[in-house]
């Protein structure tokens, strides 16, 4: 799934890739929604529905050797990475041919070959684990990047202080970028952070820092752009707050509105779905026309549905597989001196 | 006597003592606005106002620290996790402040607070979700460790731990909220430390605890369709462990199997089995059985997680087993 991808931004063809891959994330959670209501996924499952253009924009932006870490809200930015549909499917699934044999399900989507590291349960967790992969990075004397996506309540944990104060410090190439969807579960930002430009907490670390909106595809990837260039050749971490919002509830379980957000909200944010203002930009240039979004969207449902199908029929995995993976083999020639991680 | 769901029997647990005791109070995630992340905090925003029922940021460790300062000064604060998976984050409040502080104080600053949420795994929600923490909190000297496994039990040891002066934690089980059981509205308490015998048979002693304890049920009925006569003993409380009432059951039926939902290395029935050779070996008839969770990160495939976890079915079996009947 290799997409080459454009170098400047104002470019018909950039617009129009990214303007597939949100298509793609959509059409990929809606089917993941009925799935779930069918009951073929379990679990906890959260949807990227409205925060596409984030996961988009900003991975467009990476080579293959760079890294990506997530939360658990990490099917937008898996599928963003070029990760195989059917294999993220089928993880939801709980599937053999599962990204992470269907052990790890929603929440946990790992795959070594695009250096997606992983979708992570415990909020803030991964966070220092992005730090680590920045130290590994300068050590090893590359000019890699890694980019670490989190929700905005997760800055008022410890492990994001401790992780971006150690990263400005040593002058780790590190893009922490965080989601703003305004909302932890059910808690709004203002009721959690005393601070509400997030951005700003940067300041405790003289970190770089930027405010983006997160609807805007463009914007995302733009600021990224600066960020990443940061990295790769000064070593600088950045905090980039990117400003967006969810369209689903926080996970499967919980009301798209009522108990702690309003419809009228919900409606308004609603107006700016990420994939309808790149539309507008492109209605603007005229390099849009209604066959030809016509044709992309029956692509990628047609990908989706070959996803689906692929993971409905893909083996649920082996008993014998109950025990496996939880060490590495060392009594095998193969692990000795294995360097795991390197590439 | 009501019918009430185990999360309504907390619940009114809750609402009973913050009426008793003004210097009681909840904290933690989601249990204000939101009602509680499972709904066991259901009304008590509006019922004693935001002082009492205080929505916190995603900060285990530095809420469970304010619970620890709030005790140390005087009032007798109610900690929710959301789940234990996350109170990992705060074991550092819980094990060196918490548990500690009135030893090394040398008795002058006790801590009277309760730690309480989910414990263990749901349905499918694999390895950093699915986690039964008792051993390694029962582990601990200065903590008490209670796990209700029905609504009666949830109300009357949720009240205790709210009473005792010492730090308390409570394991519930995100399973159980919707299981309901008869619960009376009078105000009562349960015993931390007191293990119950459930049901009384004399051919095997099944011990369990918390949400197992439903597990050790089910086997029972299934065992007593075989004329099989199992005791089942609940523990409700993991510290102080009440090894007598075990030993009780077993020198009359001289054979034993404990079904715990957490990993079998240095799990609770690893101390159970301890107690029992100890203190009636020569009553034993057959090796104390575990029933336990798979020595594995809780997989998320729905058929893996089934085959990992304790079950009725493998109860039946190490039951079986040590009556030399397989
Ligand atoms: C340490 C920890 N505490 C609590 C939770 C439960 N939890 C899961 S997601 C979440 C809200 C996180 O919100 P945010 O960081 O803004 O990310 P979003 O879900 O909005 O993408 C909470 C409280 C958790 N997974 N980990
Ligand atoms: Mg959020």
Known sequence: MARKKPESSDDPALRLSLLREMLLMRRFEERTAEAYALGKIG???????????????????????????TSYRDHGQALARGISPRAIMAELFGRIDGVSKGKGGSMHLFDRNTNFL????????????????????????????????????????????????????????????????????????????????????????????????????????????????????????????????????????????????????????????????????????GEWSDEKMAAIDAEVRAIVEDAWNFADESPEPPLEALTEDVYVDTTSDTSTGAVAGER | MAIITYRDALNQALREEMQRDDR??????????????????????????????????????????????????????????????????????????????????????NIPMVFRGPNGAALQLSAQHSQAWESWLAHIPGLKVVAPGTPYDAKGLLKSAIRDDNPVLVLEGEMLYNVKGEVPESDYTIPIGKAQVKREGDHVTIVSYGKMIN???????????????????????????????????????????????GWEICGMGAQIADYVQRDCF????????????????MPYAKNLERAAKPDAQKTVAAVRQVLYLD
Not at chain 1, 50 to 58: K, S
Not at chain 2, 52 to 70: H, K, S, W
Not at chain 2, 282 to 297: E, G, N
């Open chain 2, 282 to 297: 020569d009553d034993l008839d057959a090796p104390v059985l575990r029933v336990h969770q798979a020595d594995v990160p």
């Open chain 1, 43 to 69: 679990g906890f499952c959260h949807l990227y529905i409205g925060q596409e253009a984030v996961g988009a924009g900003a991975i467009s932006v990476l080579r293959p050797d760079d890294y990506v870490i």
């Open chain 2, 215 to 261: 597990v050790a049920n089910q086997a029972a009925d299934q065992l007593a369709k075989d004329g099989i006569r199992a005791e089942v003993i609940d523990l409700l409380t993991l510290r102080p462990l009440d090894a007598e009432t075990v030993c009780a059951s077993v020198r009359k039926t001289n054979r034993a199997v404990v079904v715990e939902e």
């Open chain 1, 118 to 285: 992983g979708g992570h349960g415990i909020v803030a967790g991964h966070i220092p684990i992005a730090t680590g992969v920045g130290f590994a990075i300068k050590y090893r004397g590359g000019d890699q990047v890694c980019l670490c996506f989190f929700g905005e309540a997760a800055v008022n944990n410890g492990a994001f202080h401790e992780a971006l104060n150690m990263a400005a410090l040593w002058q780790l190439p590190v893009i922490y970028l965080v989601e703003n969807n305004r909302y932890g579960m059910g808690t709004a930002l203002e009721r959690a952070s005393s601070v509400n430009d997030i951005a700003e907490r940067a300041c405790s670390y003289d970190m770089p820092n930027e405010v983006v909106d997160g609807q805007d595809v463009i914007a995302v990837r733009e600021a990224t752009i600066r960020a990443v260039t940061r990295a790769r050749t000064e070593n600088t971490p950045t905090l980039i707050e990117v400003r967006t919002y969810r369209f689903m509830g926080h996970s499967m379980s919980d009301a798209v509105s009522g108990t702690y957000r309003s419809k009228e909200e919900l409606d308004e944010y609603m107006k700016r779905d990420p994939i309808t203002v790149l539309r507008a930009q492109m209605e603007q240039r």
């Open chain 2, 24 to 109: 009681v109070f909840i904290m933690g995630e989601e249990v204000g606005i939101y009602q509680g992340a499972y709904k066991v905090s259901k009304g008590l925003l509006q019922e004693f106002g935001e002082m009492r029922v205080v929505d916190t940021p995603i900060t285990e460790l530095g809420f469970a620290g304010v619970g620890v300062g709030a005790a140390m000064v005087g009032l007798r604060p109610v900690i929710e996790f959301m789940t234990w998976n996350f109170a990992l984050l705060a074991l550092d409040q819980v094990v060196n402040s918490a548990a500690k502080m009135l030893s090394m104080s040398g008795g002058q600053f």
